[in-house]
Each structure stands twice: as structure tokens, then as C-alpha cells.
């Protein structure tokens, strides 16, 4: 089967290093870039959400301040990616700009993406962009992350923001064309393989070790970015960059590895929070909230009669109806004391009431899940 991006609707491609950087001379390669944009643009036309993960900000920034090559400390690191980074954003600005596409600058850490509290907030402002027609450019932001909350690799990190986005596609332009059985540059009898049903340990050996000094990724973190996509619903393809149009080529049949998704998007999400044994509170509704629930929709402060427990934002509560039976379970947008000042409120009133513009909805419907579906 010819699989190609414009069968999905919303698109993570992560570039690495490697590609946006010319090694030698430390420089963007903006020719490169611009046709990676036109492909981009061409898939924002019709329709689908991009969102980009950018590497390049140590590569770039490590030149500029002249620093020798080969590994660099932690702090180097830090300090090349902070001069590194605006440039990058810039380029990106520029190079989408030109196609009629505003770029906005995602900077996360291991955290927005692990720690649930963090991630609605992310979540929501990546949302907002793609609802704004935005393309969001992230990166990880590697002037804070220290070793410990580090990703290190931006494959993971993409990996991640696909399945808290609930992208159905992730696309990993790499210097390589896809995964091999082994090693290609060292085993001459390594094969190809177009297709990945599962990240098992077979295919988990055929990772070798890390790549070039650029990009910190190689096989290993692709592999596991791989795992971490397909297990949360999300589609991935390990697609060659050494080409310009890139992402046209992998639609027009050029060779390229798909790591087929082990479920829908967003299932794995729901079966987190459904698995959620341990809930920190409830919220008691009204019938007529009953019915929205359960037609899709979002729950409102307007149709909740009763708040119980001492929750935080981003806990996992319960949702009973009028006869106090289990209507859903959920992550909660507010934290008990502010709940508690909104129930039974217009969404429009919330700034007014609190004081700051939270969400306009109690729980988000893409943070529950109704009993019994
Ligand atoms: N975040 C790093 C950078 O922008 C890249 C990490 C990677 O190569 O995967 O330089």
C-alpha cells in the first residue's frame, strides 16, 4: 500500500540537525529549508494541521560562538543553543512567512510533556495555534534543560508532542532512509524494511548505535520514538531529508520506513486517564450536562451543581449525575477552589469571577472518558 501525508490530518515532521545544518560551515541550509516550507505549505492548503520539531539550535549556535568541534559540555550546549535558537525561529519565520504561513516558537522541557498540569498547558497553547491557522515550530528548550529533565534528542521529543497532540502522522526527516535490519554503512548485507507492525526487540536490535556528531538521535532514539508514536495511535515514517521536497518525495514513492500505529489516536490518552484508579474528587452535574456528555461534547461550569475534594488542576476527578451514578472520568481544568467559585456560571463570567481567563470548559471532552465507551 502507497502511503503518503495527505492521508492524515494533522502532520508532526521533525528535522534533524543534520539536515538544516551544512556542518562545515556552520550555516543553515535556507535553500534546503525553503522547499521543506513549499511542501509544508502545500499540506497546510489542504487542510491538514503541521506542526514542526526543529533541531539546529546547538549546531548553529556552536559556530557562532566559535566554539571547537566534537562534544560539547552541558553549559556549551546551553549557551550555543540560546544563540542558536534565534536564528533558528527566525529562519523558520521567514522561510513559512514567504508561503502565507505565520510560525510560532513552542520552547518545552521534559516536563510539559511528563507531568499532566504542564502538558494541558502546552496542549492548549499548541491547539490555539493550529486553531489560528499557525504553524507551531518546536524545539526542546535546551537553555534551561539539565541533564536530568533533558530529552537530549528531538526524536522522542517529537514523538511525545504527536501523541499529546493526538497527530495521526509523524514524519522523521533523517539523514538516513529508514530503518535497516542492521547498520547500513557497516553491514553490507543489511536490508531494508519498508514496513514496521511492531516495535518488537527484533526491531529494537537493528538499531546499532547513535549517529553523527550533529544530531544526537541516530537509530535508537528513532526506534524508540517509534514506540512511543505507534503505542498512542500516531502513524511514523522514517523518511530520507538528503533531498529537496522531501516530504513531496515520500508521496511521489521514494523509499522510506512506516511504523504502523497500534491504535487510534488519542486511545492510549483515554486509556490513561480511564486507568486512573486513584481520583482526587468529584463534580456532581446537572441532566441537561448529562446529555452533552454523552453527545460529545465538553463539560461547562453552567451545568455543575456540586464540587467535592480538595483537587488541582490536571487531576483525575469523577462525574456523577443527578442520581449520583458514574457519568465519566476526567481530567479537571480547574483546581477545587476555583471549581468551586464557577459552578453553575457562564464560561463567558470565568475572568470576571477569578480573575485571570482560564478555560472556558470545567473538563475538556479530549480529557474524558464516559462510562462504559
Ligand atoms: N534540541 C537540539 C537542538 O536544537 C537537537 C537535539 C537533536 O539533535 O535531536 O540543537
Same mark, same amino acid.
Not at 521533525?14 to 529549508?33: M, Y
Not at 539550535?57 to 534565534?86: D, H, M
Given at each position: 500500500?502507497?502511503?503518503?501525508?495527505?492521508?492524515?490530518?494533522?502532520?508532526?515532521?521533525?528535522?534533524? @540537525?543534520? =539536515?538544516?545544518?551544512?556542518?562545515?560551515?556552520?550555516?543553515?541550509?535556507?535553500?534546503?529549508?525553503e522547499?521543506? #516550507?513549499?511542501?509544508?505549505?502545500?499540506?497546510?492548503?489542504?487542510?491538514?494541521?503541521?506542526l514542526?520539531? @526543529?533541531?539546529?539550535?546547538?549546531?548553529?549556535?556552536? &559556530?557562532?560562538?566559535?566554539?571547537?568541534?566534537?562534544?560539547?559540555?552541558?553549559?556549551?550546549?546551553?549557551?550555543?543553543a540560546?544563540?542558536?535558537?534565534?536564528?533558528?525561529?527566525?529562519?523558520?519565520?521567514?522561510?513559512?512567512?514567504?508561503?502565507?504561513?505565520?510560525a510560532?516558537?513552542? =520552547?518545552?522541557?521534559?516536563?510539559?510533556?511528563e507531568?499532566?498540569? /504542564?502538558?494541558?498547558?502546552?496542549?492548549?497553547?499548541?491547539?490555539?495555534? =493550529?486553531?489560528?491557522? +499557525?504553524v507551531?515550530?518546536?524545539?526542546? &528548550?535546551?537553555?534551561?534543560?539539565?541533564?536530568?529533565?533533558?530529552?537530549?534528542? &528531538?526524536?522522542?521529543?517529537?514523538?511525545?508532542? #504527536? @501523541?499529546?497532540?493526538?497527530?495521526?502522522?509523524?514524519?522523521?526527516?533523517? *539523514?538516513?532512509?529508514?530503518?535497516?535490519? +542492521?547498520?547500513?554503512?557497516?553491514?553490507? &548485507?543489511?536490508?531494508?524494511?519498508?514496513?514496521?507492525?511492531?516495535?518488537?526487540p527484533?526491531?529494537?536490535?537493528?538499531?546499532?548505535?547513535?549517529?553523527?556528531?550533529?544530531?544526537?538521535?541516530?537509530?535508537?532514539?528513532?526506534?524508540e520514538?517509534?514506540?512511543?508514536?505507534?503505542?498512542?495511535?500516531?502513524?511514523?515514517?522514517?523518511?530520507?531529508?538528503?533531498?529537496?521536497?522531501?516530504? #513531496?518525495a515520500?508521496? +511521489?514513492?521514494?523509499?522510506?520506513?512506516?511504523?504502523?500505529?497500534?491504535?487510534?489516536?488519542?486511545?492510549?490518552r483515554?486509556?490513561?486517564?480511564?486507568?486512573? =484508579?486513584?481520583?482526587?474528587?468529584?463534580?456532581?452535574?446537572? +441532566?441537561?450536562?448529562?446529555?452533552?456528555?454523552?453527545?460529545?461534547?465538553?463539560?461547562?461550569?453552567?451545568?455543575?451543581?456540586?464540587?467535592?475534594?480538595?483537587?488541582?488542576?490536571?487531576?483525575?476527578?469523577?462525574?456523577?449525575?443527578?442520581?449520583?451514578?458514574?457519568?465519566? /472520568?476526567?481530567?479537571?481544568?480547574?483546581?477545587?477552589?476555583?471549581?468551586?467559585?464557577?459552578?453553575?456560571?457562564?464560561?463567558? *463570567?470565568?475572568?470576571?469571577?477569578?480573575?485571570?481567563?482560564?478555560?472556558?470548559?470545567?473538563?475538556?471532552?479530549?480529557?474524558?472518558?464516559?462510562?462504559?465507551?
Amino acid at each position: 500500500m502507497n502511503r503518503k501525508p495527505e492521508d492524515f490530518r494533522r502532520i508532526v515532521v521533525k528535522i534533524g @540537525s543534520a =539536515l538544516l545544518v551544512d556542518a562545515r560551515a556552520g550555516r543553515l541550509k535556507r535553500d534546503w529549508l525553503e522547499t521543506v #516550507a513549499e511542501d509544508l505549505a502545500a499540506l497546510a492548503r489542504g487542510g491538514r494541521d503541521v506542526l514542526v520539531v @526543529s533541531s539546529g539550535s546547538i549546531a548553529l549556535g556552536r &559556530n557562532v560562538l566559535g566554539l571547537p568541534k566534537g562534544p560539547l559540555l552541558l553549559e556549551q550546549s546551553q549557551a550555543s543553543a540560546a544563540v542558536g535558537q534565534i536564528a533558528l525561529a527566525r529562519a523558520w519565520s521567514e522561510v513559512l512567512g514567504g508561503r502565507g504561513l505565520t510560525a510560532g516558537q513552542i =520552547l518545552l522541557t521534559l516536563s510539559d510533556t511528563e507531568e499532566r498540569r /504542564r502538558y494541558l498547558n502546552a496542549r492548549a497553547t499548541i491547539n490555539t495555534l =493550529l486553531a489560528l491557522k +499557525a504553524v507551531p515550530v518546536i524545539n526542546e &528548550n535546551d537553555t534551561v534543560a539539565t541533564a536530568e529533565i533533558r530529552y537530549g534528542d &528531538n526524536d522522542r521529543l517529537a514523538a511525545r508532542v #504527536a @501523541s499529546m497532540m493526538g497527530a495521526d502522522l509523524l514524519v522523521l526527516l533523517s *539523514d538516513i532512509d529508514g530503518l535497516y535490519t +542492521a547498520p547500513p554503512q557497516k553491514d553490507p &548485507n543489511a536490508r531494508f524494511i519498508p514496513v514496521v507492525e511492531r516495535v518488537t526487540p527484533e526491531i529494537e536490535g537493528m538499531a546499532g548505535t547513535v549517529g553523527s556528531e550533529l544530531s544526537k538521535g541516530g537509530m535508537v532514539t528513532k526506534i524508540e520514538a517509534g514506540r512511543i508514536a505507534t503505542t498512542a495511535g500516531t502513524t511514523m515514517v522514517i523518511a530520507s531529508g538528503h533531498k529537496l521536497h522531501p516530504l #513531496a518525495a515520500i508521496t +511521489a514513492g521514494d523509499r522510506c520506513t512506516w511504523f504502523l500505529a497500534d491504535a487510534k489516536p488519542g486511545t492510549a490518552r483515554k486509556n490513561w486517564i480511564s486507568g486512573h =484508579l486513584e481520583t482526587r474528587g468529584l463534580i456532581a452535574i446537572d +441532566a441537561g450536562a448529562v446529555r452533552a456528555l454523552r453527545a460529545g461534547k465538553s463539560l461547562l461550569p453552567a451545568g455543575v451543581k456540586r464540587v467535592e475534594g480538595t483537587f488541582q488542576r490536571g487531576d483525575a476527578i469523577r462525574v456523577l449525575g443527578p442520581a449520583g451514578e458514574e457519568i465519566a /472520568r476526567g481530567l479537571v481544568a480547574y483546581d477545587a477552589v476555583d471549581a468551586v467559585r464557577i459552578i453553575g456560571r457562564n464560561s463567558s *463570567d470565568i475572568e470576571s469571577i477569578l480573575g485571570y481567563a482560564g478555560r472556558p470548559e470545567m473538563m475538556h471532552r479530549d480529557d474524558m472518558v464516559i462510562a462504559g465507551e
